[in-house]
Nanobody, 121 residues
């Protein structure tokens, strides 16, 4: 059994910063890609940023230069540092990881429960 647990969401004023964390736990053999997605009310879930096991990073155009994704492989944790936040960044942020589980032949996608980020004055 594998679990992704997110933390760090909350309410922040425009221009402020937040840092999200997502820790994976359970019978993990290895973790490949990790990433963050978000879903605003009435909209589809969209990619925010991803990072491969080798450290290759991809950002959505809307967050480039403001958000930074990183990972600590020893802790099975991925982070999202969000700076210069805008009201349009308001959404539920979901952690995603592609994980190889002990005893299983192929890796699978796992999702966290989501954490709310609200940017408002």
């Amino acid at each position: 059994h594998v679990q992704l647990v997110e933390s760090g969401g909350g309410l922040v004023q425009p221009g402020g910063s937040l840092k999200l964390s997502c820790a994976a736990s359970g019978s993990i053999f290895s973790i490949n890609d990790m990433g963050w997605y978000r879903q605003a009310p009435g909209k589809q879930r969209e990619l925010v940023a991803t990072i491969t096991g080798g450290g290759r990073i991809n950002y959505a155009d809307s967050v480039k230069g403001r958000f930074t994704i990183s990972r600590d492989n020893a802790k099975n944790t991925v982070y999202l540092q969000m700076n210069s936040l805008k009201p349009e960044d308001t959404a539920v942020y979901y952690c995603n990881a592609y994980i190889a589980v002990l005893g299983r032949r192929y890796p699978s996608d796992y999702w966290g429960q989501g954490t709310q980020v609200t940017v408002s004055s």
